[in-house]
């Protein structure tokens, strides 16, 4: 079974703005055991909303028969730092004021959440990871990971994502943020700011997850006769309510900040320069139907980053598709797997002739 724990670091953590935190926590979940040659270690970045327990969310590629067995890998995964599920984020209290962050979080960027993370894989003493992995967000932090840190990472798999964040991603994202200003609690200094204009966040943010057909699919009205109270009306107040249960409008927001600032190009000689110094073997996997990472950006990177290679998704799903479809992602992985494994064996028997 999964196992959670929690990492405590304990001095300044000094953030890209320049502001800093005076220590932090990460939540994180393993799953699996290292082996003696510690050489089995899948690493893996969650989505916008996602937490630690990559069952949880992406059961059909951890768990016994998947491709990522635990009795062959030792998988690891830390709810972001930013998070609130467990990590330090607003909500948590701040040990110089002994109270809430609240607002005065600092801004976040994906640089500064990888560089957490990698606090943790130190104090695991991992000086190889077989796999990174993420999707989405986690797809961003991973990318960006991978390029901080390219002696560490042997092979990445980069799932419905991005080099750096679109206008068009940026925009979803602000018309998110402008529902959780339009809500009068935003301005207090409490656990539930904003959570009204969260629910309407939600709504939009599902109309780039998703795709036309898979509204259609799953919300069109059975009759002919309705002229108010639609399927699809209900289907986004339902979606809304469903996340403020379990989020809350400042993670919300630090989060899709973090998110529209990833730019692997920023101080790197820009976004082909930086591509260009990534050493992980890599699979670049887009869903044909995703409106928010769209498959350009799978292929623009494919196209960048030599030796790599590139899976598409098909699904009515949209960008969700990544985390429903896991029999075709898997299948995906599989070959990525398998295609390095006959490339080494081609070259050995050249070698051997």
């Not at 993670?251 to 000689?269: I, P, Q």
Request: proline share 4%; charged share 20%; net charge negative.
């Amino acid at each position: 079974m999964p196992v959670h724990n929690t990492f405590h670091y304990q001095k300044a953590f000094e953030l890209e703005s320049g502001a800093t935190l005076p220590g932090f926590q990460l939540a994180y979940t393993t799953y699996g055991h290292l082996n003696p040659q510690r050489d089995n270690v899948v690493w893996v970045c969650h989505a916008l909303t996602g937490n630690s327990d990559f069952t949880d969310w992406w059961g059909g590629l951890f768990g016994e028969g998947k491709v990522y067995d635990p009795d062959e890998w030792f998988i690891v995964c830390a709810n972001t730092l930013g998070g609130c599920y467990g990590s330090t984020g607003p909500l948590s209290v701040n040990p110089d004021t002994l109270k809430p962050y609240f607002h005065t979080f600092p801004h976040l960027t994906n640089r500064d959440i990888v560089a957490a993370f990698d606090l943790l894989r130190q104090e695991f003493e991992l000086d190889k990871v077989h796999t990174l992995i993420g999707g989405s967000l986690g797809g961003q932090q991973a990318l960006e990971w991978a390029l901080q840190k390219p002696d560490v990472f042997e092979r990445l798999v980069h799932v419905a994502s991005n080099a750096r964040h679109s206008p068009w991603g940026i925009a979803f994202n602000e018309s998110q943020r402008m529902a959780i200003r339009q809500d009068a609690s935003w301005a207090t200094e409490s656990e539930i700011a904003g959570l009204v204009g969260l629910k309407t966040a939600r709504a939009i943010a599902m109309l780039s997850y998703r795709h036309y057909n898979s509204y259609n699919n799953s919300q069109q009205e059975p009759g002919n006769s309705i002229t108010d109270n639609y399927r699809a009306a209900s289907y986004q107040i339902y979606q809304g309510e469903k996340l403020a249960k379990r989020f809350n409008a400042y993670t919300y927001w630090l989060l899709t900040k973090a998110m529209d600032s990833h730019h692997v190009g920023r101080g790197r000689g820009g976004v082909e320069k930086a591509l260009s110094h990534l050493k992980a073997k890599t699979l670049f996997v887009g869903v044909d139907t995703d409106l928010l990472f769209p498959v350009e950006e799978q292929k623009f990177l494919h196209e960048q980053v030599p030796g790599s290679l590139f899976a598409i998704i098909r699904s009515d799903y949209g960008h969700d598709g990544f985390l429903v479809e896991t029999e075709q992602l898997e299948k995906a992985i599989s070959s990525f797997y398998k295609q390095e494994l006959r490339s080494k064996l081609y070259y050995e028997t050249q070698e051997q002739d």
